[in-house]
């Protein structure tokens, strides 16, 4: 480049470092300036050929290397270097003094404090020392141009500084019109980004924008444009001018994109905060004019609206209170304020809930006993407890008024609400049986679904300081309803989730106790809220995923599963009428006969409820319907023989099966209590040689495993007596097993069925054709009670079994057995295990099946 050009550029650079000694200013600049302008106007006078820097200047072959932290300093620019450590600064010590010549090379990393030669880029560039300043903080601050390029070849010194032998990297110039589009363009934004950064001074862009020279344009634009390190040693490492601006204009125009969209969303955050403010200074200039219009401005308006409200309301004292404190605030508060708005949400919570709207109970028990009857087939027990509380409060208010004995208990209060749990398996009505109780009772019905809930700020809500916050879902159903006293069922109390999230069901204690929900505190609202008057229903399957303590608060109903002759009144009564409107039938297009109800509810369902029977009856309602829509048919009978048609082969097994897997000796039927109704259980025992050992399969809990092993225990200690080979477990194997492998089984009641079944292997005696058998037995033969006795009986009717074996003690527990069941059924009452072995096992030498026997005629030892 032209000197002149080098000292306009120099004279802008300088004027803009403020931090130099002003005199050395004074000495330096004008000499070097005037050297500058004399070898311009020789230049201009002589015109000699065009000849490279390297060719004028002899630059040494081994240099000094400054190690540079994230800076690359280029050809024909002036760079100011702040330098501190040791080295660096012996380094600058010993060139001030000579030529002052140093090799400035980036390194790699800028983050390694002391790099040493593999860290450092193998291209650099030749400087010259130009000013020198030693700060009063030890370092040095100094002034360098740079000169020319060069490539490292090997370092020869790295103490006290680093030194290597260079070579220069001749730069390839190219000419055209590309180049000189190339470099229009890179001036053009760097223009367009100096508009948009205050920070670049204007008499710096004017010279650049003056700049003819492709490769000086290059680096001036470099040296000031913010540019990534490894970027900017790419534009200094390549040898040709027009990768040089291919680069570098790809540089800036990303730079040009990116300040663009900065000053879009600055404009747009100050169109935002312009758009505050207007509407600040409006709604000012408004509430003015409303005042001397003497008009309500908009807040007033509000606060209004909310105190009358409140007086609306009725509240207890305390949430009185409370509305009017923070309406108070409210009335104080600037609307443009944080907190306005979550003051006006909660006041708005507090004025919405049914502090004391009510609906009146119907008290018509001939009204109540119809509704539950039309709804609900069966389920005595819960109808007399709804009919039992309808009349007790009837009697109290009809008796309020009268004279009446005070209560001189300070501490007990009278308790009005009732909370019953509906304990039974799916499908027994336990959901839809609430919605029948709200509508005997002319109340409103809200249902909330706990499975699966694990934090209790679902129950109590959260508190107000946090961004969002609400009631709990309790409150939020209660406003839904408008009303205090509706009938509220919890679905799935036994499902609630237990862990770091939270107890739900702790929280549950205080909307359940009696003695405490009078009182409930919503963390959200702070105030007490009265749910005496909720009419709470729970529902589970099992009892023994709920808490006892909450259990304890509750009055529990079980719901056992329906008899044969009840579902098929269900399904005439009630499933089969919805199904035909829900599949666009008529009545007389499609008829069920009662064997055809049975064969399904027998062969394809066989649950405790309704629910699957529903599913049944209505594919078949939908396959009917179809034959209906493709003209096939017009009308259908469905007889046993159509349900298999329609539904393809039985899901389960015939009774006569049944009994051909009990005739093999070391198979027994059990009864067992499920949390989905009762069912039928086999266990299957089978002998190989061996010495005393006994395995046990199935997914057996702990309990059962215990109570295997007291059956084994017990019939061994009692071989000689039963008549068995004593002999027998000194050189057998015994392999106990239940099936239904997947599904997890435990409890006390299949003690005496694993006795039987190993009696049975061991003598060879096959169990008696339809019985079943259920209780726990001792190590000296005693048989205990057990529980679940009404699920079990159904079980066992829905199976075909004719005659059960029960422990004595059990025999009470057969009055909730319905009378159908128990006309069906034969039962044996045990006191001991030699009881149940009497009337469960064949007598000796009785007919063993074929199916049974091996091929000399001997009793096969395998179960099945």
């Known amino acids: 480049m032209s000197a002149s050009r080098w000292y306009s550029n120099l004279t802008d650079f300088l004027e803009w470092v403020g931090d130099i000694n002003t005199a050395v200013d004074e000495i330096f600049l ?57 080295r660096s600064i012996k380094l600058v010590d010993d060139v001030s003094s000579g030529d002052r010549l140093i090799g400035v090379v980036a390194a790699r990393n800028p983050e390694i404090e002391n790099p040493g030669p593999t860290d450092l880029y193998t291209t650099g560039t030749i400087a010259v020392v130009h000013r020198l300043f030693r700060a009063p903080d030890n370092t040095i601050r100094l002034l360098v141009q740079g000169l020319v390029r060069f490539r490292l070849v090997e370092f020869i010194q790295e103490e006290p500084y680093l030194k290597a032998k260079i070579e220069l990297a001749a730069e ?20 367009q980004i100096a508009e948009m950064s205050p920070s670049i001074p204007k008499e710096l862009v004017a010279s650049i924008t003056t700049l003819e020279d492709p490769l000086q344009t290059i680096y001036t634009i470099a040296n000031f444009q913010r540019i990534e390190l490894q970027e900017a040693q790419q534009i200094l490492e390549f040898d040709s001018t027009q990768e040089k601006l291919h680069k570098l204009v790809g540089v800036l125009v990303r730079e040009v994109e990116v300040l663009q969209l900065g000053q879009k969303i600055q404009n747009q955050a100050r169109s935002e905060i312009e758009k505050v403010q207007r509407d600040y200074f409006l709604r000012e200039q408004l509430k003015a004019i409303q005042k001397e219009l003497g008009e309500k401005d908009e807040q007033s308006v509000e606060v209004e609206e909310f105190h009358k409200k409140i007086e609306t309301a009725r509240m207890p004292e305390e949430a009185e209170k409370q509305a009017k404190r923070e309406l108070e605030r409210l009335s104080r508060m600037h609307t443009a304020a944080a907190e306005y708005g979550v003051i006006r949400t909660y006041l708005d919570w507090l004025v919405s809930l049914p502090w004391s709207l009510s609906t009146t109970d119907n008290l018509d028990l001939a009204h109540a006993r119809k509704v539950l009857n039309q709804d609900h087939y069966g389920l005595e027990d819960v109808k007399e407890r709804i009919l039992e509380f309808l009349a007790i409060r009837k009697l109290r208010l009809e008796r309020k008024d009268e004279e009446q004995i005070p209560s001189k208990d300070a501490i007990r209060r ?81 499902k609630l989730v237990f862990d770091y999230h939270g107890d739900p069901a702790s929280a549950l204690l205080e909307v359940l106790d009696p003695e405490q929900n009078v009182e409930f505190r919503d963390h959200y609202l702070e105030v007490a809220y009265d749910l005496s ?49 829900e599949n666009g039938l008529r009545p007389e297009e499609v008829k069920f006969t009662k064997p055809a109800l ?42 046993p023989k159509v349900v298999k048609e329609l539904l393809g082969h039985p899901i389960f097994l015939e009774t006569e099966e049944i009994n051909v897997r009990t005739s093999i000796p070391g198979v027994a039927p059990g009864l067992a209590w499920t949390p989905y109704g009762g069912d039928v259980l086999f266990i299957e025992a089978t002998r190989m040689p061996g010495a005393k050992g006994f395995q046990l399969t199935g997914s057996l809990g702990n309990v059962m495993q215990e109570s295997a092993r007291a059956a084994l225990s017990y019939v061994r200690s009692r071989a000689e007596a039963l008549g068995l080979d004593t002999e027998f477990f000194e050189k057998t194997d015994i392999h106990m097993h239940i099936p239904g492998g997947a599904q997890p089984k435990d409890g006390p009641s299949a003690g005496v069925t694993m006795a039987t079944a190993l009696v049975s292997l061991i003598s060879g005696r096959s169990v008696k054709k339809g019985v079943g058998m259920t209780g726990e037995i001792t190590l000296r033969g005693q048989v205990l009670p057990v529980g679940g006795i009404k699920e079990k009986m159904l079980a066992a009717h829905r199976a075909g079994l004719k005659t059960v074996i029960l422990p004595k003690r059990n025999e009470l527990d057969l009055e909730d057995v319905p009378d159908e069941i128990k006309k069906n059924l034969k039962f ?4 001991s295990v030699d009881d149940v072995l009497k009337s469960a096992l064949e007598k000796k030498g009785s007919t063993i099946p074929k199916s049974a026997q091996n091929g000399d005629g001997n009793v096969e030892s395998t179960a099945g």
């Open 172 to 191: 390839n110039v190219e000419t055209g019109l590309e180049i000189d589009a190339l470099a229009r363009n890179a001036r053009d934004q760097f223009e």
């Open 414 to 494: 009278d308790r009005e609400g009732v909370i019953l749990c509906f304990i039974g398996p799916p499908g027994v009505g336990k959901t839809s049986l609430g919605q029948s109780i709200a509508r005997a009772m002319e109340r409103k019905f809200i249902r909330i679904s706990l499975g699966g809930v694990r934090d209790e700020a679902e129950i109590r809500g959260h508190r107000r300081t946090y961004i969002g916050a609400m009631p709990g879902r309790v409150l939020q159903a209660l406003r839904r309803t408008e009303s205090r006293n509706p009938v509220f069922m919890l679905d799935e109390v036994d």
């Open 828 to 831: 044996i009452f045990a006191e």
């Open 598 to 639: 049975r064969t399904i509810i027998n062969l394809f369902t066989r649950e405790a409820g309704v629910r699957n029977l529903e599913r049944k009856i209505g594919s078949v309602c939908r396959k009917i319907g179809t034959r209906i829509a493709q003209g096939e048919k017009q009308a259908a009978s469905v007889t």
């Open 30 to 86: 004008p000499s070097i300036l005037t050297r500058l302008q004399k070898k311009d106007e020789q230049d201009k006078q002589t015109q000699p050929e065009p000849v490279s820097e390297a060719e004028i200047i002899k630059y040494p072959v081994i240099l000094p290397i400054l190690p540079l932290r994230g800076v690359v300093v280029y050809p024909q620019t002036a760079v100011p270097l702040t330098i501190g450590q040791s």
């Open 533 to 581: 008057q909720v009419f709470f229903i729970t529902t589970a399957n099992t009892l023994e995923t709920i808490p006892a303590p909450l259990l304890d608060r509750m009055e529990v109903i079980h719901l056992s599963g329906y008899t044969e002759s009840e579902k098929v009144t269900i399904a005439k009564d009630y499933l089969i009428p919805r199904q035909v409107r």
